[in-house]
Nanobody
Framework: QVQLVESGGGLVQPGGSLRLSCATS????????MGWYRQAPGKQRELVAT???????YYPDSVKGRFTISRDNARKTAFLQMNSLKPEDTAVYYC??????????WGQGTQVTVSS
């Protein structure tokens, strides 16, 4: 049974930091491109960061320099370190795995709220 479980979300003040985790099971984690996405109320889900099987990373301009994605293949876990958080970063954050034969798995999401 495939599972992706996000954790680490919460309420943080502007300028603060959070570290999200995505613990996985049920698939060969090391063969999957891992990504973080977010969806704010009334908006489409958008890409936040990806990390390839070879640890190549990608970030859109909106988070570049503030967010860092990483992975631990031994622990089958992906991480998203978020620094200098802004109110516009408020959203539900989702973890996604993209693997062989275009198999895609999603987590259930974790809420991140940036507010004073």
């Amino acid at each position: 049974q495939v599972q992706l479980v996000e954790s680490g979300g919460g309420l943080v003040q502007p300028g603060g930091s959070l570290r999200l985790s995505c613990a996985t099971s049920g698939f060969i984690f090391s063969r999957y491109i891992m990504g973080w996405y977010r969806q704010a109320p009334g908006k489409q889900r958008e890409l936040v960061a990806t990390i390839s099987t070879g640890d190549t990373t990608y970030y859109p301009d909106s988070v570049k320099g503030r967010f860092t994605i990483s992975r631990d293949n031994a622990r089958k876990t992906a991480f998203l370190q978020m620094n200098s958080l802004k109110p516009e970063d408020t959203a539900v954050y989702y973890c996604r795995g993209l693997g062989p034969a275009s198999s895609i798995y999603w987590g259930q999401g974790t809420q991140v709220t940036v507010s004073s």
